[in-house]
């Protein structure tokens, strides 16, 4: 059965930066496209930013023009990069990939922006 798993999460003051990472196993199909999602304390989960197997990026607002999103060649492996970290950042951090019409999404990983 596919699955994805995040990793790099912790915390960090503001200011400061992370690198999330996504690898996907379990599946002879790769991702047609793959994503990060977040979802604050009481908060909607909302949309981060995506990425296509040509490599096309597309942010949504909660990426603030801070974030960047990254994959290998394989798209097995998917990155995001995320520089000058705000308060407003912290929430859990969700993976996901979309596999013969199917939307897959990790477990989530925490991400805490705190002085």
């Known amino acids: 059965q596919v699955q994805l798993v995040e990793s790099g999460g912790g915390l960090v003051q503001p200011g400061g930066s992370l690198r999330l990472s996504c690898i996907v196993s379990g599946s002879i199909y790769t991702p047609v496209t793959m994503g990060w999602y977040r979802q604050a304390p009481g908060q909607e989960r909302e949309w981060v930013a995506s990425?296509?197997?040509?490599?096309?990026?597309k942010y949504g607002d909660a990426a603030g023009g801070r974030f960047t999103i990254s994959k290998d060649v394989t798209m097995k492996r998917m990155y995001l990069q995320m520089n000058n970290l705000k308060p407003e950042d912290t929430g859990v951090y969700y993976c996901?990939?979309?596999?013969?019409?199917?939307?897959?999404w990790g477990q989530g990983i925490q991400v805490t922006v705190s002085s």
């Open positions: 996901t990939g979309t596999i013969r019409g199917h939307s897959v």
């Open positions: 990425i296509y197997s040509n490599g096309t990026p």
